[in-house]
């Protein structure tokens, strides 16, 4: 059996729903809502930037598969223009302040991650007769994979 981590799951493990009804406190924004609270909407945002949603409409169709609460999209786009601009900035800055490297251990996500970019670089065909490309040039295919975590580049040989 395969296991993943949602992003809402990460979501909710590092920003609780206390610490953001505190900084919406803390701006000095009253939510009056019951059913879509601003860490619903929160939720919903995380959620739109992870699977590049292209509306609010089409958000609030996604919604209910992604386990999100079931709202109409002028509920959404309402609250959306409602909450200041302020709150969601104090939650990012919280957000980046705890995804510390303590953390980022606590998660262990299971394989380290990758940075891998392929590139041609091509030249006259004189300067690489043993490589020719297309027509009067010449070229090759560089594959490159860094490691995230050090920026270094990845000690193994082997073909991608």
């Known amino acids: 059996m395969k296991k ?16 953001v009804e505190s900084v919406v406190a803390l701006i000095g924004y009253k939510d009056k809502a019951r059913k879509f ?5 929160l939720q919903y945002w995380c959620m739109a930037a992870f699977e590049q949603w292209d509306s609010y409409r089409s958000g609030v169709d996604h919604a209910a598969s992604k386990g999100l ?5 002028s509920s959404f786009s309402g609250k959306a223009a ?7 900035k104090t939650l990012l800055h919280l957000l980046v302040q705890k995804c510390n490297r303590i953390v980022r ?12 970019d392929s590139t041609t670089i091509t030249v ?12 009067e040039r010449a070229g090759i295919k ?3 994979a860094l490691q995230a ?10 073909w991608f």
């Open 105 to 116: 251990r606590k998660l262990s996500f299971p394989k380290e991650l990758l940075l891998i």
């Open 37 to 41: 609270t601003v860490n619903h909407l």
């Open 82 to 88: 409602e909450v200041p601009f302020a709150v969601f």
């Open 142 to 144: 560089l594959h490159v």
């Open 124 to 135: 006259g065909k004189t300067r690489l007769p043993w490589a020719p490309y297309h027509g």
């Open 4 to 19: 993943f981590t949602t992003i809402l799951s990460v979501l909710q493990s590092i920003l609780t729903s206390e610490e």
């Open 69 to 73: 609460l079931k709202v109409h999209y």
């Open 149 to 158: 975590e050090s920026g270094q580049p990845l000690n193994e040989n082997r």
